[in-house]
């Protein structure tokens, strides 16, 4: 095999391990979702995850799942605030629901936004109770055209994750297939070569 058969091959497997740890150490960039304080606890009564958003015209909707943990029925409390990139705020409301024991329920929060919004924004929510608090931040991206909307779900997240790993894995079997019949194709002409200069050199003599 030629040195720089050997170089190609294990460059394209670099390539492959580089591309894997950033598909894994990026699941989060692709959608700009952070957790600010999500994490259960013993006593955490129930807990809270961000499903999408989405513009139409100049209403803003965003979707989340809140999932209860407790056996009991609780009132819950959210804060949101909608943040430009300068730190200002662009809305902000607040919402009270009752939320069942050991229950799963998806809620939908509707409000107006100024006619010039556009660009790069971020979302914190605060939900909490009594006893608890969840905090959650959710970069978002607003056209100007006001029609469209930018949602990726946690679920669309992961199809993208896997289909990008999918691909990556068929396109590196490939460029090694194509690799290993290029070199058994040479190798083999080597030897063809070399069984014809034998020959030569025994009619020769």
């Given at each position: 095999?030629?040195?720089?058969?050997?170089?190609?091959?294990?460059?394209?497997?670099?390539?492959?391990?580089?591309?894997?740890?950033?598909?894994?150490?990026?699941?989060?960039?692709?959608?700009?979702?952070?957790?600010?304080?999500?994490?259960?606890k013993d006593t955490q009564d129930f807990k809270v995850e961000f499903d999408k958003y989405e513009r139409e015209g100049t209403k803003f909707k965003f979707m989340y799942k809140i999932i209860s943990l407790s056996k009991n029925h609780q009132d819950i409390s959210l804060f949101y605030i909608l943040k430009d990139s300068d730190g200002l705020s662009l809305h902000e409301g607040e919402e009270k629901f009752f939320l069942k024991s050991e229950s799963?329920?998806?809620?939908?929060?509707?409000?107006?936004?100024?006619?010039?919004?556009?660009?790069?924004?971020?979302?914190?929510?605060?939900?909490?109770?009594?006893?608890?608090?969840?905090?959650?931040?959710?970069?978002?991206?607003?056209?100007?055209?006001?029609?469209?909307?930018?949602?990726?779900?946690?679920?669309?997240?992961?199809?993208?994750?896997?289909?990008?790993?999918?691909?990556?894995t068929l396109l590196l079997f490939y460029f090694t297939v194509r690799f290993l019949k290029g070199h058994h194709e040479r190798t083999g002409k080597d030897k063809k070569i070399d069984r014809i200069e034998i020959e030569f050199k025994d009619k020769s003599f």
């Open positions: 095999m030629r040195k720089t058969e050997v170089v190609g091959f294990f460059g394209l497997l670099l390539v492959f391990v580089l591309l894997l740890t950033f598909i894994r150490n990026s699941n989060t960039d692709l959608v700009g979702f952070s957790i600010l304080n999500n994490t259960l799963e329920e998806e809620k939908q929060v509707f409000f107006d936004l100024p006619k010039n919004a556009f660009g790069k924004f971020e979302l914190f929510m605060n939900f909490y109770n009594e006893k608890n608090i969840v905090e959650l931040k959710q970069d978002v991206v607003l056209s100007s055209q006001g029609v469209s909307a930018f949602a990726v779900s946690e679920s669309n997240k992961r199809t993208l994750s896997r289909t990008a790993l999918v691909f990556i």
